[in-house]
C-alpha cells in the first residue's frame, strides 16, 4: 500500500523520469522506511531530493 503511494506520487509528480526509483521504491518491504519516506516525501519539490530521499533511506549513515 505505502508503496503504490509512493510510486502515483513518483508518476504524477516526475512522469516517466520516475520509472526506475518507482522499481527501487516496489523493492522496499520495510513499514518503518516505507513511513518515513512517505511523511518526508511531499516536501521534496524537486526529483533529485526525492531520489535522494528514497536512497538515503535505502542506505542511512
Request: hydrophobic fraction near 45%; charged fraction near 15%.
Amino acid at each position: 500500500m505505502a508503496q503504490d503511494i509512493l510510486c502515483q506520487f513518483l508518476e504524477v509528480s516526475f512522469g516517466a523520469e520516475s520509472q526506475a526509483l518507482q522499481e527501487t521504491v516496489r523493492t522496499i518491504t520495510d513499514l518503518e522506511v516505507l513511513s518515513r519516506i512517505t511523511n518526508q516525501i511531499f516536501l521534496a519539490a524537486q526529483f533529485e531530493e526525492v531520489s535522494a530521499l528514497i536512497q538515503s533511506s535505502l542506505h542511512p549513515h
